[in-house]
């Protein structure tokens, strides 16, 4: 197998004074992307959350230390306490992000971005969702797809974990893996995995002339957003909100056209994500709870 092809479609992060924390669930994915930074030479350490969600939790911890001590590397675990039930994908997502260590490299592929692109853009989740970028965490492996890892397993001769959530279709993700995307490129005749990835690249390059826009743009300042127009000011009013509201996805376009009318004074406050609203009082916006959240 040509491992040092694969290492030049890879994008680790620069190494540093500390080792790497990469996060290894014990997937194809996470497996192939420890065992690529060791054939790289890279100084890393292997983080491990358990979200006690699965009957073989502790089989699985067990394996990942396994691919540690086999790799020579420092494993460290984290361990955490979750409830199956509504929007569990978000809550476990949310558990892992706040465990793992700043910066963390996570092994998205090509195919897990892809998915992404869609799935934003299926929300209305504007320019900012389709660039599928996440700022929290380094992804080394969108330059490969999810057959190419599990090549890599095979290869290093480990046999994955497999997560039932990864089937399980209660979950849209899951869906859109395994029914949309197949239909798509059933319909098209093509792989649609690089077509989206391009198309996120190409959103890319526009948001990065809007970030350069909105750098100084205070998103409170109705003047301000007046002045800038629709498009910047979206985007600004856009990140505000789900900074400010700690949202799990980007706000969707409904939601800042509905901004949009309180910024242009149609109407002095609207409805926006997660039992939130945005008013505007004195030419300032404020975002608030919503009195029916209270």
């Keep these: 197998m040509d491992i040092r092809g694969l290492l030049t479609r890879c994008a680790f992060p620069e190494p540093g004074d500390q080792p790497l924390a990469l996060g290894v669930s014990g997937g194809a994915d996470s497996v192939a992307m420890a065992v690529l930074a060791a054939e790289a030479n890279l100084c ?139 239909l798509v490129a059933d319909i098209f005749d093509r792989d649609p995995v690089p077509i989206l990835g391009r198309h996120a690249d190409l959103v890319g390059g526009l948001l990065d002339w809007v970030d350069r826009q909105v750098i100084d743009l205070d998103p409170a300042d109705v003047d301000q957003l007046l002045t800038a127009g629709p498009t910047v000011a979206g985007e600004a009013l856009r990140r505000w909100i789900q900074q400010e509201t700690n949202a799990d996805h980007p706000v969707d376009a409904a939601a800042i056209t509905r901004v949009w009318s309180v910024v242009t004074g149609a109407v002095r406050a609207a409805q926006v994500t997660g039992g939130y609203r945005v008013s505007r009082s004195q030419g300032r916006l404020s975002i608030s709870v919503a009195s029916d959240h209270g």
């Design 44 to 182: 890393f350490e292997i983080w491990h959350v358990d979200h006690g969600l699965r009957a073989t939790s502790h089989a699985d911890v067990a394996r990942v230390e396994a691919l540690a001590d086999r790799l020579g590397v420092a494993f460290m675990l984290r361990t955490a306490t979750l409830d199956d039930g509504p929007d569990l994908e978000a809550r476990a997502r949310a558990v892992r992000y706040s465990l793992l260590p700043e910066r963390v490299c996570v092994a998205h592929t090509a195919d897990d971005r892809a998915e992404t692109v869609l799935m934003n853009l299926l929300r209305g989740a504007g320019p900012t969702g389709v660039r599928a970028r996440f700022d929290r965490v380094n992804r080394p492996l969108l330059g490969l797809r999810r057959a190419e890892t599990e090549a890599v397993c095979r290869w290093f001769g480990i046999d994955p974990v497999t997560d039932e959530h990864n089937q399980d279709p209660r979950f849209t993700r899951v869906r859109v893996r395994r029914e949309l995307l197949p």
